[in-house]
Nanobody, 123 residues
Framework: QVQLVESGGGLVQAGGSLRLSCAAS????????MGWFRQAPGKEREFVAA????????YYADSVKGRFTISRDNAKNTVYLQMNSLKPEDTAAYYC????????????????WGQGTQVTVSS
């Protein structure tokens, strides 16, 4: 059974940092582009970041560029999201996903999803 399991979420003050992890099991994702999305209550799921299979190419939403860093360790089948200078508007459930086809920026292009980890940033 293929699983993506996120961890590392929590409550942090504005300006603080968190590091999210996404551990994959059931198959290797070392050949897949992986992405992070987030969804706040009452809002649509939005793209946060993506990373190519080799790690050489990364993609970010404008809202997190310069503050978040996506990385991966293919030997551990794990993807990370380092989040610095957090803002209250970063509060959301964060999901990792494996890219399948088409645009990296669209959630419909991803075919495996984790259950999410909550990030709450207090002001």
């Amino acid at each position: 059974q293929v699983q993506l399991v996120e961890s590392g979420g929590g409550l942090v003050q504005a300006g603080g940092s968190l590091r999210l992890s996404c551990a994959a099991s059931g198959r290797t994702f070392s050949s897949d582009t992986m992405g992070w999305f987030r969804q706040a209550p009452g809002k649509e799921r939005e793209f946060v970041a993506a990373i190519s299979w080799s790690g050489r190419r990364t993609y970010y939403a404008d809202s997190v560029k310069g503050r978040f860093t996506i990385s991966r360790d293919n030997a551990k089948n794990t993807v990370y999201l380092q989040m610095n200078s957090l803002k209250p508007e970063d509060t959301a459930a964060y999901y990792c996903a494996a890219h399948n086809i088409d645009s990296y920026y669209s959630s419909s292009s991803y075919n495996y999803w984790g259950q999410g980890t909550q990030v709450t940033v207090s002001s």
